[in-house]
């Protein structure tokens, strides 16, 4: 099945303690990497959740955000401490003695004051810790969707080129059969002119060499038996289950290499036009394939 690492996916939660909206969205990378932006109060959920992903993803970059509001005042869990509140107080009242001046608390300014309130584990909330976890769940499920949907269709437009390039195979094929003796044919007539203009004689065994070592040369067969043998593979990785991004990065490459072989070889303005047209679909085939989980 073809999945696409680019998606988003969200899901919300609304009820009297408390409201959540869980948000994910991925694009393609080369290993699977999480970004969470969630309450730090929550992070000891982290491990937990991330285990929970890995099940539904191998391969991305994921930024994953909750929007967590709590209803009730007292599932915050917010604790003040008195200790060092007492302690503060102490030292102020004993440093207006000091100065020979009254001294009023006053209490309000205690709220101004962040380093003497703590915030306890939000996810300790009956009932929480199991609506984040179920409400992530289907978060992924609607990301997942989504990403099914991008992969059919990048699966559709590699397949589509593929039957490019196996006609541009055939069409490379057919131009291969003459070429050799053709290009015997042009270094033949420059030969004979130039030897005419020069009042020689051909040795035509001489010729007969070239001949075979142009052949050789120019011989691409190989080149165009293992093109045909990667567009096979290509097509058993579009038919089968599972990954399949990694293995037609690597088949294309090497298509990659064999037509460009032919290229270089070839001395053949026609063949040399049906390379290039090959390279620019096998490259767009790469840049769909990179989106492929």
């Keep these: 099945m073809a999945i696409s690492m680019t998606g988003f996916g969200s899901e919300n939660l609304n009820n009297e303690s408390w409201t959540l909206s869980w948000e994910?969205?991925?694009?393609?990378?080369?290993?699977?990497?999480?970004?969470?932006?969630?309450?730090?109060?929550?992070?000891?959920?982290?491990g937990k959740w991330e285990k929970i992903i890995r099940t539904a993803a191998s391969r991305g970059r994921l930024d994953i955000s909750l929007n967590l509001r709590i209803h009730d005042p007292d599932i915050l869990d917010i604790t003040f401490d008195r200790t060092m509140a007492q302690a503060m107080l102490s030292q102020l009242e004993q440093f207006a003695q000091e100065m020979g001046h009254d001294f009023t608390p006053d209490l309000n300014l205690f709220l101004r004051n962040p380093s003497l309130w703590q915030e306890g584990k939000a996810g300790g909330a009956s009932g929480l810790e199991d609506d984040l976890e179920t409400s992530l769940i289907k978060a992924l499920e609607s990301w997942n969707q989504a990403r099914k949907r991008e992969g059919r269709m990048l699966l559709e437009d590699i397949s589509q080129r593929l039957s490019r390039l196996e006609a541009l195979t055939?069409?490379?094929?057919?131009?291969?059969?003459?070429?050799?003796?053709?290009?015997?044919?042009?270094?033949?007539?420059?030969?004979?002119?130039?030897m005419d203009e020069m009042s020689l004689e051909a040795d035509e065994n001489r010729l007969l060499q070239e001949l075979a070592i142009m052949a050789d040369r120019l011989d691409v067969s190989e080149e165009i038996t293992r093109l045909r043998a990667h567009l096979q593979s290509m097509n058993k990785v579009l038919s089968s289950q599972g990954e399949m991004g990694r293995k037609l990065d690597f088949i294309l490459q090497e298509a990659f290499r064999e037509i460009n072989t032919c290229a270089n070889k070839c001395q053949n303005t026609d063949m040399s036009r049906v390379a290039v047209d090959f390279k620019a679909e096998l490259e767009k085939c790469r840049e769909q394939a990179q989106n492929l989980e």
Excluded at 24 to 46: A, E, G
Excluded at 174 to 191: G, S
């Design 24 to 46: 994910i969205k991925s694009v393609n990378n080369r290993y699977l990497d999480i970004k969470w932006r969630i309450p730090h109060t929550l992070y000891f959920l982290q």
């Design 170 to 194: 055939e069409e490379l094929t057919d131009l291969v059969k003459d070429n050799a003796k053709e290009r015997f044919n042009e270094l033949r007539q420059r030969l004979a002119k130039f």
